[in-house]
């Protein structure tokens, strides 16, 4: 009888639950008995779900309906908690599996150099949407003191982070933010948020779902200005840009509907500004103002500075201009690509690939793309990793109950799917419970060790 073909995925966001049930699926076809078990750094399963979709976006979190399907028969097991590169080493891993899948994103924003960038009031997307999506590692208290605000990016991201600083609190509420973002978001003074995009309304990367219900914010105005839409003129290549597609052309009709709109006097307003080139944050001892240096279309598809630079007061600068990857200790990482090195999803050292080691989804192609997307990464990563089974298979690779009695003889506090079966019955119930009048279907718990405490069933002591 042939033994178990193990597999671990490291990851269990989108990429990595893709993986493993197509994993689990085309090796039946194959006639493979594989075992995947997926290792989750966070005591609850889904990533970028929970920890990275706005919380006013159930569409988009309706997706865990699906992946809970792909978890719940079993055919995949849950390991949260567990921290590779730290908790497990990847060759301690590789001596229990014969192949190891990472889908371990990208969550840290990506990197700019801009003067001033350290002054307190500046700001990473990534690490407030961990804040209000209420991820465990970072603080929980978030300084929204600011009147005046600056988004730089013309991204989903910067739609998400723009949108959860102007919205009045009152309109979260029915969604799951934990009570300390609440609290944060009903002391923030905030008036207005700007948005900034260093080329022209032709080249935003907004997609129109996302971008018309900006428009639909209650008690937030719109402005644009008519200068930006002004300012290509005949430019030829904006000109293609603007008649390349369906969705070009929804989102200018959505943009000229706002500029059509009168401002109805509401107490929070959201600008869009365009051809606005971040220079430098203003500030000696936290932000004050950003200066900008205007810009045009270079006439080559790309744009060229000005030299006309402009100010605005603002005393927060929040940086939504992508992410980036995390490295796994003893994995190799491309720093300047913020991923790691692979060839369909075959991980490469040096130009060479390492029979075993695989990756998908944001850290296999970096981080652009909707959830959708890693579904097709994921399916080719795993053809590749099946080409290799023959290659891998001979070796002996010990039962499933290896990998937790060596978790447990290292004291790491695993969590199991039983365990976010529990959590997920709690918040919801904390939901239930909810002192007012808004129903709510769930409350994040927050705090790493009340989740894992509570997924095991250990009793609480405050
Ligand atoms: P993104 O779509 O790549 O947008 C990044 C933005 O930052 C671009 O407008 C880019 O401008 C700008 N940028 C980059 N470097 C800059 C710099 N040095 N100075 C000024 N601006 C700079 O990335 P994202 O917003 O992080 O989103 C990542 C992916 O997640 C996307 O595929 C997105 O659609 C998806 N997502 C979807 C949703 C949703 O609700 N459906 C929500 C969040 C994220 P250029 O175009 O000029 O480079």
Redesign the pocket.
Known sequence: MSRPFRVAVVGAGPAGIYAGNILRTRAAESGIDVRVDLFESLPAPYGLIRYG??PD?PR?KGIVTSLHDMLADGSVRLIGNVEVGADITVDELQSLYHAVIFATGAQRD?V?DLPGIELPGSFGAADFVSWYDGHPDVPRHWPLDATQLAV???????L?VARVLAKHPADLLATDIPANVHDGLLASPVEDVHVF???GPE???F?PI?LRELGEVPGVDIVLSDEDFDRAGDDVTTGERRAAGNQAKVMARILQSWRDREPSGAPRRLHLHFWH??VELLGEEAVTGIRFERTEPDGEGGIRGTGVHVDYDVQAVYR????RGTPVRDVPFDESAGVIPNDGGRILDGGEPVLGLYATGWIKRG????IGHTKGDAGETIEKLLEDHDLLADAVRPGEDAVLDFLESRGVRYTTWEGWLALDAHERALGEGFAGDVERERVKVVPRDEQVAISNREVIVR
Not at 152 to 158: E, T
Request: net charge positive; hydrophobic share 40%.
């Open positions: 979709v706005a976006h988009i990506a700019v730089l990016g013309n991204g989903n991201v910067a998400d995009g260093r080329r080249d935003i990367k997609t996302e080139r971040p939504a201009i992508g992410y981080p652009v793309g909707l």
